[in-house]
Nanobody
Framework: QVQLVESGGGLVQAGGSLRLSCAASGRTISAYTMAWFRQAPGKEREFVATINWNTYYADSVKGRFTISRDNAKNTVYLEMNSLKPEDTAVYYC???????????????????WGQGTQVTVSS
């Protein structure tokens, strides 16, 4: 079992930055595929970014967001810059011991999820 706890969300003005953290416990996640998803009010949860042996981003955040991991801390990060009001959502961390490269955007591929952290971007 892997437990995931997100932190770092908050209220920020458009153009600002936030760094989200996802601390894992229960297992060492260095070999896990880790991802960030988000869910805005009234919308379905959507893929944001993933990291395993490579990184991959949704087109909507490419060039603005950076996913990284610190294996020594068993933690994954999402650095978010140039934030826009449309980035407002609950951000979720997800993990799985293996996700095929062609499936990293699929919610169903991830067994473990955090409780989410709210990000609100004001205009």
């Amino acid at each position: 079992q892997v437990q995931l706890v997100e932190s770092g969300g908050g209220l920020v003005q458009a153009g600002g930055s936030l760094r989200l953290s996802c601390a894992a416990s229960g297992r060492t996640i260095s070999a896990y595929t880790m991802a960030w998803f988000r869910q805005a009010p009234g919308k379905e949860r959507e893929f944001v970014a993933t990291i395993n042996w490579n990184t991959y981003y949704a087109d909507s955040v490419k060039g603005r967001f950076t996913i990284s991991r610190d294996n020594a801390k068993n933690t994954v990060y999402l650095e978010m810059n140039s934030l826009k009001p449309e980035d407002t959502a609950v951000y979720y961390c997800a993990a799985d011991n293996y996700v095929a490269p062609q499936s990293v955007q699929s919610l169903s591929q991830y067994d473990y999820w955090g409780q989410g952290t709210q990000v609100t971007v004001s205009s």
